[in-house]
């Protein structure tokens, strides 16, 4: 198992997955709020109508994981709750794409990704 790095990176990406649920529950944010943003990400995919490339800089932009955790800490650090969530709904997406195999993308097609190639 230890000699499987997607199997790993599966496991870790789970992992943090669960504990951004956790985290939101323990935070007592609205589930609708979590359920209406949850998938909102996947709009970054709208560059791939473009083309490949523009398609794979954009949605890279919308899935690093700097973006989530800075509007988190902008909302810790302000009092504005509703950053706080929105940062973790944005980064319990990202690790439920990545748990799936839905990594950052290469130019070339969107299933070439740095975790595979989607099949």
Same mark, same amino acid.
């Given at each position: ?7 790993? $990176? ?6 943090? $997955? ?18 209406? $943003? ?5 709009? !970054?995919?709208? /560059? ?6 523009? /398609?794979?800089?954009?949605?890279? !932009? ?12 902008? +909302? ?10 929105? +940062? ?11 748990? $799936? /195999?839905? +990594?950052?993308?290469?130019? /070339?097609? !969107? ?7 989607? +099949?």
């Amino acid at each position: 198992m230890l000699t499987r790095p997607g199997a790993l $990176l599966r496991i870790e990406e789970t992992a943090l $997955l669960v504990g951004a649920v956790v985290l939101y529950w323990q935070m007592h944010f609205s589930w609708v709020l979590f359920a209406v $943003l949850f998938l909102a990400p996947d709009l !970054f995919m709208v /560059g791939f109508l473009a083309s490949p490339k523009v /398609g794979a800089a954009i949605y890279n !932009f919308g899935h690093l994981v700097v973006w989530p955790l800075v509007v988190f800490a902008v +909302g810790w650090s302000s009092g504005k709750s509703v950053w706080e969530a929105v +940062g973790i709904i944005w980064f319990a997406h990202i690790a439920m794409d990545r748990m $799936l /195999g839905f +990594g950052l993308k290469y130019p /070339g097609a !969107f299933k070439d990704t740095h975790l595979q190639h989607v +099949g």
